[in-house]
């Protein structure tokens, strides 16, 4: 089966400028996450998505992060307008299982994409 | 406030010899604990898991030991080959939750 699927894998952007990035999960995944792993830190979660609903996004810093997963399958992340401290890797997972039996038996990452703000 | 905590950012072992990585957390709703791979540009893979009613859980070269009582989890790699080298992170969530909470990672070293 074909993994969970992330582009682009490198960003660069200056600060105050926009950026958004694509998620493409496993095929019949109904749970979609968007993690923000800073270097140096453990993955933090921002949104969780079950099928086209969103789930928990209180760690999602609203006022600049918005994400959406139309028809339940891909989903999008941006970030408008970006600040340096948002550089970081962004990870997309995706579960068969509901939100909470995901969060017991794990969940398939993606590569994520490494953003740089400068 | 980090309920998950690794802390050992690295640690370098001689191929053939056992690799114990740690892993404490401070939440007692946590229920179930991972740890996951990760390589350098790779999303984190998942390794082997453990829930609160085990006290160890085995696969292959890798056994997870929980203690419950001292909110502490460890992972042995025996024997540890060079292939291993990655970072290691561990991983919590509780069963009416909806999310893990990570540790920030230790990077394991095996020299050939």
């Known amino acids: 089966e074909a993994g969970v699927a992330q582009s682009p894998r490198y960003k660069i952007i200056e600060k105050r400028q926009s950026v958004a990035f694509w998620c493409n999960p496993i095929?019949?995944?109904?749970?979609l996450y968007w993690y923000q792993q800073i270097l140096g830190q453990g993955p933090k979660l921002l949104i969780q998505?079950?099928?086209?609903?969103?789930?928990?996004d209180s760690q999602l810093p609203k006022d600049r992060f918005s994400a959406e997963r139309l028809k339940g399958v891909d989903s999008t992340l941006k970030i408008q307008p970006a600040k340096l401290e948002d550089s970081a890797v962004y990870l997309c997972?995706?579960?068969?299982?509901?939100?909470?039996?995901?969060?017991?038996?794990?969940?398939?990452f993606g590569s994520g994409t490494r953003l740089t703000v400068v | 406030d980090q309920q998950v905590k690794q802390n050992s950012p690295s640690l370098s072992v001689q191929e053939g010899r056992i690799s114990i990585l740690n892993c404490d957390y401070t939440?007692?709703?946590?229920?179930?604990f991972l740890w996951y791979k990760k390589y350098p540009a790779e999303g984190p893979t998942f390794l082997i898991s453990?829930?609160?009613?085990?006290d160890k859980n085995e696969d292959g070269r890798f056994t997870v030991f929980l203690n419950k009582s001292a909110k502490h989890l460890s992972l042995h790699i025996v024997p540890s080959q060079p292939g291993d080298s990655a970072v290691y992170f561990c991983?919590?969530?509780?069963?009416?939750?909806?999310?893990?909470?990570f540790g920030t990672g230790t990077s394991l070293t095996v020299i050939p």
């Open positions: 997972a995706s579960s068969p299982l509901t939100t909470g039996q995901g969060a017991i038996y794990g969940y398939t």
């Open positions: 095929s019949g995944h109904a749970t």
């Open positions: 998505f079950q099928n086209n609903g969103v789930v928990d």
């Open positions: 939440n007692s709703m946590f229920d179930y």
């Open positions: 453990i829930s609160s009613i085990k």
């Open positions: 991983a919590a969530s509780a069963w009416t939750g909806n999310q893990f909470y």
